[in-house]
């Protein structure tokens, strides 16, 4: 960690900007936290509209049901061999929550419409983005 310090340490001095000393591996780490939860949060959605796009029941519970193994055995093993990780991953979704919340108090949706026209659309009122509402 020395050598690292004193490069940091340089870089600081030179650029008169900050300098961070981290791991790829805990990057890697956090990167794989938040696909395990993306699929998951996709594939629990997937449930709502699994009668359009004709998915099975089983199939999508299972995903659900593996994908959340998957994640909860890499807490505990990231908790057992790389602390400083869980600990950037649990820093990294107090932000995200507390972004989120501040936007709400703003009257910010935390979401636009999938078709990319910018503008927010609740489930309720899919047809403004040029969707057709199923419900």
Same mark, same amino acid.
Do not use: Y
């Given at each position: 960690?020395?050598?690292?310090?004193?490069?940091?340490?340089?870089?600081?001095?030179?650029?008169?900007?900050?300098?961070?000393?981290?791991?790829?591996?805990?990057?890697?780490?956090?990167?794989?936290?938040?696909?395990?939860?993306?699929?998951?949060?996709?594939?629990?959605?997937?449930?709502?509209?699994?009668?359009?796009?004709?998915?099975?029941?089983?199939?999508? %519970?299972?995903?659900?049901?593996?994908?959340?193994?998957?994640? %909860?055995?890499?807490?505990?093993?990231?908790?057992?061999?790389?602390?400083?990780?869980?600990?950037?991953?649990?820093?990294?979704?107090?932000?995200?929550?507390?972004?989120?919340?501040?936007?709400?108090?703003?009257?910010?949706?935390?979401?636009?419409?999938?078709?990319?026209?910018?503008?927010?659309?609740?489930?309720?009122?899919?047809?403004?983005?040029?969707?057709?509402?199923?419900?």
């Amino acid at each position: 960690m020395g050598p690292k310090v004193r490069v940091a340490a340089r870089f600081a001095a030179k650029t008169r900007k900050r300098a961070a000393i981290g791991s790829l591996a805990d990057i890697a780490s956090i990167g794989s936290a938040v696909a395990l939860v993306i699929f998951t949060m996709i594939t629990a959605a997937h449930l709502r509209i699994r009668a359009e796009t004709g998915a099975s029941l089983p199939v999508l %519970v299972l995903a659900i049901v593996a994908a959340g193994a998957v994640f %909860v055995t890499f807490v505990f093993t990231t908790l057992i061999h790389e602390p400083a990780s869980m600990l950037g991953e649990f820093i990294l979704a107090v932000l995200v929550t507390q972004m989120d919340a501040f936007n709400r108090v703003l009257g910010r949706p935390s979401s636009t419409c999938a078709s990319g026209h910018g503008r927010w659309c609740p489930p309720s009122h899919f047809s403004c983005c040029g969707n057709s509402a199923s419900s």
